[in-house]
């Protein structure tokens, strides 16, 4: 009924780019803060960016630069383009909604199932 769906992961060499969406059913995502976190084997969840419903954008040192979120509220997804991919970008890419962005994961109250990234020659 209500969920989030990650799409666009795939493996990709490095230096290449990638374009992931986070759809929204069941609710609308106007008013809500999104953000992107990934998980690598044997690692912690990580945030890696956020936009809150004013487009104001937030990243992780580690993508800084590289990698570029947005939101298109009509089609009610948000994206994470991410350009000048690394090896230790590979992951589980999730994306969830919040209030606000936050550095508190139990914050964010919906969670898509995630899609996987990986980088590698």
């Known amino acids: 009924q209500l969920q989030l769906v990650e799409s666009g992961g795939d493996l990709v060499q490095p230096g290449g780019s990638l374009r992931l969406s986070c759809a929204a059913s069941?609710?609308?995502?106007?008013?809500?803060?999104v953000g992107w976190f990934r998980q690598a084997p044997g690692k912690e969840r990580e945030a890696v960016s956020c936009?809150?419903?004013?487009?104001?954008?937030t990243y992780a040192d580690s993508v800084k630069g590289r990698f570029t979120i947005s939101r298109d509220n009509a089609k009610n997804t948000v994206y994470l383009q991410m350009d000048s991919l690394k090896t230790e970008d590979t992951a589980v890419y999730y994306c969830?909604?919040?209030?606000?962005?936050?550095?508190?994961?139990?914050?964010?109250?919906?969670w898509g199932q995630g899609t996987q990234v990986t980088v590698s020659s």
């Open positions: 936009i809150n419903y004013s487009e104001s954008a």
């Open positions: 969830a909604s919040a209030p606000a962005c936050s550095s508190y994961i139990i914050t964010y109250d919906y």
């Open positions: 069941g609710f609308t995502l106007d008013y809500y803060a």
